[in-house]
């Protein structure tokens, strides 16, 4: 696995992605995250999970996706199914979810350029060895990179 420091959205504005792929639960919320940042800079893929059954767990370890433009360039944002909830305490990210929607993506997606962030290691409190793991383990051979946030240098000089 590449690890790369940035900003996953910026990087696929940027070109560097032909898919993103982010954490989702099975509610069609987004509402905290890096899935709220994509819903709120590209709607388009809010309203792909908006066209699922919302709280179903039949949505666990598949996705939906809606194709972006920005900048002239296009790319696919996955939101993948990775966990049912998001409230209570303890682990919400489901591992065999993940590993089925890795398996799914890299069949589908295996000529592209794919870029994720800790998906279900943050707010899902899922144990980023195990996921990692996985995510290697079913993307094997394929090009992908996860994305350790980190702000852009022109980010961090307006704000400070």
Request: glycine share 10%.
């Amino acid at each position: 696995m590449r690890i790369i420091r940035g900003d996953l959205l910026q990087l696929a504005c940027d070109g560097a992605f032909d898919v993103i792929i982010h954490g989702c639960n099975c509610q069609c919320q987004m509402g905290r995250g890096i899935a709220l940042s994509i819903k709120q800079q590209f709607p388009e893929a809010y309203a792909a999970d908006c066209r699922t059954p919302k709280g179903s767990r039949e949505k666990l370890g598949s996705f939906s996706m809606a194709e972006v433009e920005r900048n002239g360039r296009s790319f696919i944002v996955v939101n993948a199914y990775t966990q049912f909830h998001w409230r209570g305490n303890g682990v919400k990210a489901d591992y065999d979810a993940i590993r089925k929607v890795m398996r799914t993506i890299a069949a589908r997606f295996a000529d592209g350029r794919i870029g994720y962030p800790r998906i279900g290691a943050g707010l899902a409190g899922g144990d980023w060895s195990i996921i990692s793991s996985i995510i290697d383990e079913e993307l094997a051979q394929l090009d992908h990179a996860c994305v350790e946030f980190a702000p852009r240098e022109e980010d961090r000089q307006a704000q400070g």
